[in-house]
């Protein structure tokens, strides 16, 4: 059965502090792994990791794929209470389908 | 910005009645989507749809669920006759490729009293 997991569940920081969030999976046929933030609704897109080893960098967001540990992280550095929200992991396999994590929820107190 | 938009933003129905989620995706985008999330659960593929016809299906898109694109710019997802069970946010989204980043809507909440 294909699984994506994500830890921490949940997390709680401060302003200014730095934040990784992990990712790992197992699926067959594995095509890509996604990033995706979702604060009400819609999920919205962070990052698409392909490659292993390349780093992918949206200001104070990163993020890195390990296909030997089946993994990823996000990074997100100096946070601000604006980062709050739940970001889930998507990994795209076969069948034109996503297989998402239950997500963690970050929230960042002033 | 081109977004997908989805009609209504919220429904509340009674059990064994027919639901109709309405979605516009993104104008050129090719391959469409519906994926669910029940309240305080994971999001969950239902199904995929190019050129007119299904690519894809979860197990969770039973005999309940059907879509459709009835012209060339909505995509319909239609619960036949709703269960309890099936109360949750339903979300479109579409792709020019296939794979990789997918464009969601702002979803469509179903109540099932």
């Known amino acids: 059965e294909d699984k994506v997991v994500q830890s921490p569940l949940s997390l709680v920081v401060h302003e200014g502090d730095t934040v990784t969030l992990n990712c790992s999976y197992e699926v067959t046929n594995f095509r890509s792994l996604l990033w995706y933030k979702q604060e009400k609704k819609a999920p919205t897109f962070l990052f698409m990791l392909t490659s292993s080893g390349i780093e992918k960098k949206s200001g104070r967001l990163s993020s890195i794929l390990d296909k030997k540990e089946l993994s990823s992280i996000l990074n997100i550095t100096a946070t601000q209470t604006g980062d709050s929200a739940i970001y889930l992991c998507?990994?795209?396999?076969?069948?034109?389908?996503?297989?998402f994590g239950g997500g963690t929820r970050l929230m960042v107190k002033p | 910005e081109p977004e997908v938009t989805q009609t209504p933003s919220h429904q509340v129905t009674q059990m064994g009645q027919e639901v109709i989620l309405r979605c516009v995706p993104i104008?050129?985008?090719?391959?469409f989507y519906w994926y669910r999330q029940i309240l305080g659960q994971k999001v969950e593929f239902l199904v995929s749809f190019y050129n007119n016809e299904i690519s894809e299906k979860s197990e969770i898109f039973d005999d309940q669920f059907s879509v459709e694109r009835p012209d060339g710019s909505n995509f319909t997802l239609k619960i036949r006759s709703t269960k309890l069970e099936d109360s949750a946010m339903y979300f479109c989204a579409s792709n020019s490729q296939g794979s990789g980043e997918l464009f969601f809507g702002e979803g469509s909440r179903l109540t099932v009293l």
């Open positions: 998507a990994v795209d396999h076969a069948g034109n389908m996503l297989t």
């Open positions: 104008s050129n985008h090719l391959y």
